[in-house]
């Protein structure tokens, strides 16, 4: 660090580097985190996946040749052709254009979801990690209850009181992934709340909200961000799961869950009404998990820096 | 920076101060019954070894000891408000602007992820409600004042990007961002290797003569301390056991325990030089949990022998004075009546 050279050559005549002054940190900010994910290989092409399945959910309807239920007798339950790439279902529907139409539902369910966690984890585990005492018993006992059911049991139930269908899909699955997102936060919140930094912004007069919003929250940021990316692999498979047992999104609108489902009873004739959904789900879900150990690996402040290092290197 | 007499308006006066912490094993007593206060453009040094209570002392005025597991009784008059009293909302419109603090460890006392900017405008933004552009400026201004070449730069620099010495010159920034009356330096140089101790000692000097603050410099460092204090006040146990003009400690050291601290400073070029010829007081300071019985410095204490030294605490009782600041010394011992403990008479005022 030139600083260095700076404090040696004492206070009054301490000579000015405007050039080397705050070089841009490649490892700051948003941008440069992926830019330390996708030294991944295994990340790059994870990160490519996803954004491949966010523009088909973008474009869905759109990109598929055929219609989401667009229904012809005459080809019933085609094996896999150039007309149909990933061949037809029980009723004629085109499979290919029905998993990339239930990219959409997928996706957003789970987006939802995991931002409802997120927030509200969030939320609950800086509060309770910051303060600590019987509002920290109180957050925490609830979240433990909730953490208490298995998860897709306690989705079900919720979706047993509030009925069926997407939306309460969402919800459910957003409550069920709450508790965690508090833990990983609170966790982190506990020790943060020791740092000196802490008390050094305590000591100039800042409040309670501004030390969490401003001083505790970007540095808990790690396991969050890991976290959800995790998360969204599950909340996928969730609402796939939901979807499955008929409780997610309901039919005929396309969802790999129900996909899943329908083509179950043809498994044996016709492998692949059911295999591409799932393919589909497969492909999102490892696609966040992988993305989610970069993630680990790349905040990690130890191995950031050995990443740092290496590449300064090149 | 003239020396001035206590009595001549202190703007920060603490009063029979205690800290009690509440932990499993009892309550700690952390800090019992210590007075001092300091006056606008003095120094005042407070010095003791770890755990001494000096640093709790001071944190406690502003709030920042948690209450619980902490109990603080004594008044702390500032600004005409006493500090213990005061509710958290009021105690936050005094750190800043009343009372601006520099930590130990400039290396943990930045946070990480924000910039040096976004750190040095928070109190400004907190307590003068400067915009960002006018917030911006200004810690330019601090960044120039405390010496960091480039100020505009390094407003975006995060803090791994700055050595120790630069990180404390921005903590020092930060602290004097509100124009505090009292600038509190907790082990400001500690941490720091000594060349960049004496830069920062020598800044903290410059600020002080420039903008008229009132520094209380905590430290365990005597070679800092004869530097840059007025007056000085040692701890021990929690209670200041000898207090007095910087000269004068140095010169005529009262208490057993000062004197076993300037004993077991190293001379440079001193005879012999070898490690063993390095006085240390035996023993180690004592449990806060379990306090010893009358003065608290009894067991190690190589001049003890009055009778109330196991049983009562000795009062700070003057012993002198030099320009108008009187040395006070909290010891039955007497170093002007002879070796004999015998012959030791009532040394309480």
């Known amino acids: ?314 | 920076m003239a020396p001035s007499d206590q009595s001549v308006d202190p703007v920060l006066a603490v009063e029979d101060l205690t800290v009690r912490i509440a932990t499993r094993r009892g309550p700690a007593h952390v800090v019992n019954g210590v007075s001092w206060s300091v006056g606008a453009g003095e120094t005042l040094a407070v010095v003791g070894e770890s755990g001494s209570g000096k640093s709790v002392s001071v944190l406690s005025l502003l709030g920042l000891v948690p209450r619980p597991p902490a109990t603080v009784t004594g008044t702390a008059t500032f600004d005409g408000q006493d500090l213990i009293a005061l509710p958290e909302e009021a105690l936050q419109k005094v750190r800043g602007p009343g009372i601006g603090m520099v930590f130990q460890d400039p290396m943990t006392s930045l946070n990480p992820v924000l910039t040096v900017g976004r750190q040095l405008t928070e109190g400004m933004e907190v307590h003068l409600g400067y915009d960002r552009g006018r917030a911006q400026e200004r810690a330019v201004e601090l960044l120039d004042l405390v010496g960091i070449p480039s100020p505009r730069e390094r407003l975006r620099a995060y803090p791994h990007h700055l050595s120790g010495g630069m990180r404390q010159r921005v903590m020092i920034a930060i602290a004097l961002s509100c124009d505090p009356t009292v600038l509190v330096a907790d082990e400001a140089t500690t941490a720091l290797d000594v060349t960049i101790q004496a830069q920062i000692v020598e800044l903290i000097g410059d600020l002080q003569r420039e903008l008229g603050m009132a520094v209380v410099w905590i430290t365990h460092d005597l070679g800092v301390v004869a530097g840059i204090a007025d007056r000085v006040a040692v701890m021990y146990a929690g209670r200041i056991v000898e207090e007095a003009a910087v000269d004068a400690l140095y010169a005529s050291p009262q208490h057993p325990y000062t004197r076993g601290l300037l004993a077991s400073l190293p001379v440079l070029g001193a005879a012999g030089g070898r490690r063993s010829d390095l006085a240390v007081i035996p023993g180690l300071p004592p449990d806060p949990v379990h306090l010893p019985p009358g003065c608290p410095f009894h067991p190690r204490c190589p001049v003890r022998g009055d009778a109330r030294c196991a049983d009562q605490v000795p009062p700070l009782r003057p012993v002198g004075a030099t320009a108008g600041i009187p040395h006070r010394v909290a010891t039955f011992y007497d170093p002007d009546a002879t070796a004999d403990p015998a012959r030791i008479e009532d040394g309480s005022p």
């Open chain 1, 1 to 314: 660090m030139t600083s260095t050279a700076d404090e040696t050559a004492g206070m009054g005549s301490a000579p000015v580097e405007a050039g080397t002054v705050a070089a841009p940190d490649d490892t700051a900010g948003l941008r440069g985190l992926l830019r330390v994910v996708v030294r991944n290989r295994l990340a790059a092409v994870a990160v490519v996946v996803l954004a491949l399945f966010v523009v088909v959910a973008v474009l869905g309807e759109r990109l598929a040749p055929y219609g989401r239920n667009e229904v012809s007798s005459e080809d019933k339950l085609q094996a896999p052709s150039l007309d149909h790439l990933f061949g037809t279902d029980q009723l004629g529907r085109d499979v290919f254009s029905r998993v990339l139409i239930g990219a959409e539902p997928s996706l957003r369910v789970g987006l939802v979801a995991v931002s409802i966690a997120l927030v509200g984890g969030v939320v609950f585990g800086l509060v309770a990690g910051f303060y600590r005492g019987w509002i920290d018993d109180l957050i925490m006992r609830v979240m433990d209850v909730l953490f208490a059911f298995p998860a897709i049991l306690l989705a079900i139930a919720i979706l047993a009181i509030r009925g069926r269908g997407s939306t309460n899909a969402m919800i459910a699955i957003g409550i069920v992934y709450t508790p965690i997102f508090a833990r990983v936060t609170r966790a982190s919140v506990l020790s943060v709340r020791e740092e000196v930094f802490v008390r050094a912004a305590r000591s100039i007069g800042a409040g309670d909200l501004r030390i969490m919003a401003r001083h505790v929250l970007p540095n808990v940021a790690a396991p969050v961000i890991v976290q959800t990316s995790v998360s969204l692999a599950f909340a996928i498979l969730s609402e796939a799961a939901l979807s499955f047992i008929g409780l997610g999104t309901q039919p005929p609108e396309p969802s790999w869950g129900r996909m899943l489902a329908d083509g179950r009873g043809f498994i044996q004739d016709a492998w692949w009404i059911a295999v591409f959904p799932g393919l589909a789900i497969f492909a999102v879900v490892f696609s966040f998990n992988v993305l989610g150990d970069a993630l680990r690996d790349a905040l990690d402040p130890r191995q950031r820096s050995a990443i740092e290092s290496a590449s300064a290197g090149q």
